[in-house]
């Protein structure tokens, strides 16, 4: 191999590198009010770095010793991207959650767990301020706009 081509290869290593730590990045840590808009950074993300096939398409079958050549490319591709859209998400979840909350393998679990979990504790925010602002009485005394704020 000609040192062109190293140089070539450590080149497009370290913009990919590069590439991934900018598109991880973008991503900000889950919260409890900000899991649709985290949701849709990781769905981003995980589209530009052709990852999301894992939340696309089902697992597929068991492989077997019938199983011809594509299939069990395709097995282990899908299992590669499900495995990095778990870490993807796990990195940007909150560390308590990451072992004991969520043990799921599969990346759509892992999804749909997080927003059930998330999106009840999101409609019972929006009812208790819901319930604050209806109950709400200005006093009279002070900025108004600090008071609504």
Same mark, same amino acid.
């Given at each position: 191999?000609?040192? #062109?081509? +190293? *140089?070539?290869? &450590?080149?497009?290593? %370290?913009?990919?590198?590069?590439?991934? /730590?900018?598109?991880?990045?973008?991503?900000?840590?889950?919260?409890?009010?900000?899991?649709?808009?985290?949701?849709?950074?990781?769905?981003?993300?995980?589209?530009?770095?052709?990852?999301?096939?894992?939340?696309?398409?089902?697992?597929?079958?068991?492989?077997?010793?019938?199983?011809?050549?594509?299939?069990?490319?395709? #097995?282990? +591709? *899908?299992?590669? &991207?499900?495995?990095? %859209?778990?870490?993807?998400?796990?990195? /940007?979840?909150?560390?308590?959650?990451?072992?004991?909350?969520?043990?799921?393998?599969?990346?759509?679990?892992?999804?749909?767990?997080?927003?059930?979990?998330?999106?009840?504790?999101?409609?019972?925010?929006?009812?208790?301020?819901?319930?604050?602002?209806?109950?709400?009485?200005?006093?009279?005394?002070?900025?108004?706009?600090?008071?609504?704020?």
């Amino acid at each position: 191999m000609s040192m #062109f081509n +190293l *140089w070539f290869y &450590f080149v497009l290593y %370290s913009i990919s590198a590069a590439n991934i /730590s900018a598109n991880l990045s973008t991503i900000h840590v889950l919260t409890g009010i900000n899991f649709k808009s985290w949701k849709e950074d990781v769905m981003i993300v995980l589209g530009c770095m052709d990852l999301d096939l894992a939340l696309k398409k089902d697992q597929p079958a068991a492989l077997t010793e019938e199983s011809f050549t594509e299939d069990k490319r395709n #097995f282990e +591709l *899908w299992k590669k &991207f499900n495995r990095m %859209s778990v870490m993807i998400m796990k990195r /940007s979840i909150p560390e308590i959650m990451r072992d004991s909350l969520l043990k799921r393998e599969n990346a759509k679990d892992f999804l749909a767990a997080l927003e059930k979990l998330y999106l009840k504790n999101e409609n019972g925010e929006m009812i208790c301020t819901s319930g604050k602002l209806i109950s709400m009485r200005y006093s009279g005394k002070g900025n108004i706009r600090e008071y609504i704020m």
